[in-house]
Structures are given as C-alpha cells and as structure tokens.
Nanobody, 125 residues
C-alpha cells in the first residue's frame, strides 16, 4: 500500500489549504483512508477518516465544520479541504490507510498500518 500526500504549505490564519493523498485503485476502493497530524512535541492525532465499507466519515471535534474529506475516484485521490485555519492546526499532516472490516472509521493511529510521508501545514497568526 502506497500513499502519496501533498498540498501542505504556509497560510495565514483564516485561510484555506487542500491536502491530497494519492494511492492505488485497490487501496482507494478497499481501505479506510484517513488523515492524522502531529505537532512538535505532541502525539499524532486523528483528524478525519472515511470508512470504505459504510462511507461514513468521522472528524475530530477540533476540525468539525472546518475540514472536509472528499474523493476523486477517477484519480484514486482523497482530499482534505481545510478552511478557517487556525495557528493550532499547524502540524505535519499524514495520510493513512487500514483494511479492517469495520463499519465506522477508526480513530487511533495505532490502528492504521499504512502511512504516507507527511506534509507540513503552517498557519501563521
């Protein structure tokens, strides 16, 4: 399973960014894919994920209403649209995948065996 994350950058508070996670058609279709982030000195935390079996999408409370997962089936790519960004959103963002038969998206980093490289998101105040 290969995951290629991109789209990070520097943005002012209140701005927007869109992250992309490209993968294979098999992973895109048969794996739950999610986003996590890790700020300096902090543990990796759940941001959002979409369960492949149910289509259910879960978001961390800290990003609910501001971040949105979407998918492009033609390009096997998952996106994370991030709006109303805050300085506390600054972190390295990771795309992850797991292939369990759960009916809801998992939220623990330890439950995801496959990871892409991180992409840095910096939000200035």
């Amino acid at each position: 399973v290969q995951l290629q994350a991109s789209g990070g950058g520097l943005v002012q508070a209140g701005g927007s960014l869109r992250l992309s996670c490209a993968t294979s058609v098999r992973t895109f279709t048969l794996y739950t894919m999610g986003w996590f982030r890790q700020a300096p000195g902090k543990e990796r935390e759940f941001v959002a994920a979409r369960c492949y079996r149910s289509g259910l999408i879960g978001y961390a409370d800290s990003v609910k209403g501001r971040f949105t997962i979407s998918r492009d089936s033609a390009n096997n790519t998952m996106y994370l649209q991030m709006n109303s960004l805050k300085p506390e959103d600054t972190a390295v963002y990771y795309c992850a995948a797991e292939g369990s038969s759960n009916w809801s998206p998992r939220r623990r980093a330890s439950e995801y065996p496959y990871w892409g490289q991180g992409t840095q998101v910096t939000v200035s105040s």
